[in-house]
Every structure is written in C-alpha cells, then in structure tokens.
C-alpha cells in the first residue's frame, strides 16, 4: 500500500515541501529531490518517472513540472 504523500506549492525560492505519511519529509526543488526525499522514507526502488507517474501524491499549486512560484 502506498503512502499518502503531499507536495506543496512553491516558496518564493522555488522549493516545495513535501509529506508523507503526516511527516515532513524536507524541501524540494526538482522531482529528483521528491524522489530522493521518498527513497530516505524508505522507497529505495522509487525514482523519477514514478514520481511525476503516481497517482498517490497530491500535488498542490502545481504539478511536478511547476518549481516557480
């Protein structure tokens, strides 16, 4: 079962934060950075293309190609 995983809008840097399962899990500037964040969750096999492919991430103020506020 996947977890529930949030990717917020853009700061004024461009980085968005991103949760899983009620925890943060750090700020990202890439779908690399969600996919490394993941991996550190314990999704060692998650890369990329699962990343901007999931159907279990929310992605708020933008989808995985919107890094600019």
Known sequence: MAIPVIVY????????????DGAILGLAFS????AAL???AGLQNFDEMD???STW??????GPDDWIR
């Open 9 to 20: 809008s853009a700061d004024a840097e461009g980085g968005r934060g991103v949760r899983a």
């Open 31 to 34: 779908v690399r950075d969600v």
């Open 38 to 40: 993941l991996q550190t």
């Open 51 to 53: 990343v901007v492919r």
């Open 57 to 62: 991430i929310e992605w708020r103020g933008g």
